[in-house]
């Protein structure tokens, strides 16, 4: 009970950050990366702030000898530079840029029903439907030239 309200709280937390610092409007965002017409550059304080708080949390936390509500830390430790990444990476710009949401921000402007923002969270959803078949197949196909 204590680790899902502790997801809750978070939760709750990143999406009312989000919606303060204008994150659930895709004008805002598209504001920020149209850096040949209007420019908005808000976004930048809403991206330092964030950086900033999370570097001194981390060295704080990790300082620590497990966290408060897990018997060890999970921190990834995979440096490698793959196409899954620079493909996830490419998409995850792509679809910033041109619905001017991310998943986080998305998935918190659900609550207003609005069209676009349904639309955008459906079709994400339905991507990583289709990636995870498409991966499943791979690693099939790889699994069966081993064995």
């Not at 966290?67 to 490419?90: C, E, N, Y």
Request: net charge positive; charged share 15%.
């Amino acid at each position: 009970m204590k680790t899902f309200l502790a997801a809750f709280s978070s939760a709750l937390l990143f999406g009312l950050g989000l919606g303060v610092a204008g994150m659930t409007l895709p004008k805002k965002v598209i504001g920020f990366l149209d850096i040949t017409g209007e420019w908005d550059p808000s976004l930048i304080a809403v991206m330092v702030g964030a950086i900033l708080v999370h570097s001194v949390s981390y060295r704080l936390i990790t300082k620590r000898d497990s966290p408060v509500l897990a018997s060890r830390f999970q921190i990834p430790t995979r440096r490698d530079i793959d196409w899954k990444l620079i493909s996830g990476s490419a998409m995850f710009g792509a679809g910033w840029g041109l619905g001017g949401f991310c998943p986080g921000p998305a998935l918190v402007s659900t609550v207003t029903g609005n069209s676009s923002v349904l639309i955008f969270v459906l079709s994400m959803v339905v991507g990583i439907l289709i990636y995870n078949q498409f991966d499943k197949r791979i690693l099939q196909q790889i699994t069966n030239k081993k064995g």
